[in-house]
Antibody, heavy 122, light 109 residues
Framework: EVQLVESGGGLVQPGRSLRLSCAASGFTFDDYAMHWVRQAPGKGLEWVSGISWNSGSIGYADSVKGRFTISRDNAKNSLYLQMNSLRAEDTALYYC???????????????WGQGTLVTVSS | QSALTQPRSVSGSPGQSVTISCTGTSSDVGGYNYVSWYQQHPGKAPKLMIYDVSKRPSGVPDRFSGSKSGNTASLTISGLQAEDEADYYCCSYAGSYTVFGGGTKLTVL
C-alpha cells in the first residue's frame, strides 16, 4: 500500500524558514517523480514544485521560485521542501504527491499524503 | 502561470449527468494531452479520477469520463450518486510547470 506521510509544518514568523519532509513507502520511490502541492485555507489546489526520479529535472511555481528548494533522498525514501523567506501567503496545507515514473513532465498525482499545515504569521 | 478556469459550482439530481468544464490556453490544456481531474471531499486529500485527458485509474467508476477539445477539457459524471458531491479540480501540464483550475463544487440535489 502506497503511503506518503508529511511532517515539519507549524507556525513560523514571516521571513523565517521551515523544512518539510515526506516519508514514502509501498512503492519503488526512486522510480518516480514527486511533487509538492499546497492548499490555502478554504482555497483551491496550487502546484508548488516537482522533482524527477534522479533529481535531474526540477520545476517550481513562479510564486515560490527563488525561495523554496525541493530535494529528495532516494536512499531514505524521502522528499523535502526547504522554504525560506516565508510570507503570509504561503500559509497552506502542504501535500506530498507521487508523480509519474521518471520525469516531472505531465500532470499526474496518483497518491497524496494527508498534508502538513504551515502557518506564517507574526 | 494563470489558473485554469472552471465554473464555481454545478449541480444535478441523482441519476443525472453533469459536465464540468476546464478552460486554459494553447500553452497548457491545448498544448498537451496531460489533463487530469481530482475529487476532494471536505477535510480529505484529493483523489485522482482522470489522467491524460481520458484515462481512468483502476478503481474509479466508469461513470467518470474525460475529454478535451482545443483549449477546453471536460469531466462528465453520469448516473450521479450522493457520494459524488465534492470539489473537483482540473490540472494541466504547461511545459515547465503544472497548473490547477480554481475548483468546482458539485452539489447532488
Amino acid at each position: 500500500e502506497v503511503q506518503l506521510v508529511e511532517s515539519g509544518g507549524g507556525l513560523v514568523q514571516p521571513g523565517r524558514s521551515l523544512r518539510l519532509s515526506c516519508a514514502a513507502s509501498g512503492f519503488t520511490f526512486d522510480d518516480y517523480a514527486m511533487h509538492w502541492v499546497r492548499q490555502a485555507p478554504g482555497k483551491g489546489l496550487e502546484w508548488v514544485s516537482g522533482i524527477s526520479w534522479n533529481s535531474g529535472s526540477i520545476g517550481y511555481a513562479d510564486s515560490v521560485k527563488g525561495r523554496f528548494t525541493i530535494s529528495r533522498d532516494n536512499a531514505k525514501n524521502s522528499l523535502y521542501l526547504q522554504m525560506n523567506s516565508l510570507r503570509a501567503e504561503d500559509t497552506a496545507l502542504y501535500y506530498c504527491a507521487k508523480g509519474r515514473p521518471g520525469g516531472i513532465s505531465g500532470s499526474l498525482f496518483d497518491y497524496w499524503g494527508q498534508g502538513t499545515l504551515v502557518t506564517v504569521s507574526s | 502561470q494563470s489558473a485554469l478556469t472552471q465554473p464555481r459550482s454545478v449541480s444535478g439530481s441523482p441519476g443525472q449527468s453533469v459536465t464540468i468544464s476546464c478552460t486554459g490556453t494553447s500553452s497548457d490544456v491545448g498544448g498537451y494531452n496531460y489533463v487530469s481531474w481530482y475529487q476532494q471531499h471536505p477535510g480529505k486529500a484529493p483523489k485522482l479520477m482522470i489522467y491524460d485527458v481520458s484515462k481512468r485509474p483502476s478503481g474509479v467508476p466508469d461513470r467518470f469520463s474525460g475529454s478535451k477539445s482545443g483549449n477546453t477539457a471536460s469531466l462528465t459524471i453520469s448516473g450521479l450518486q450522493a457520494e459524488d458531491e465534492a470539489d473537483y479540480y482540473c490540472c494541466s501540464y504547461a511545459g515547465s510547470y503544472t497548473v490547477f483550475g480554481g475548483g468546482t463544487k458539485l452539489t447532488v440535489l
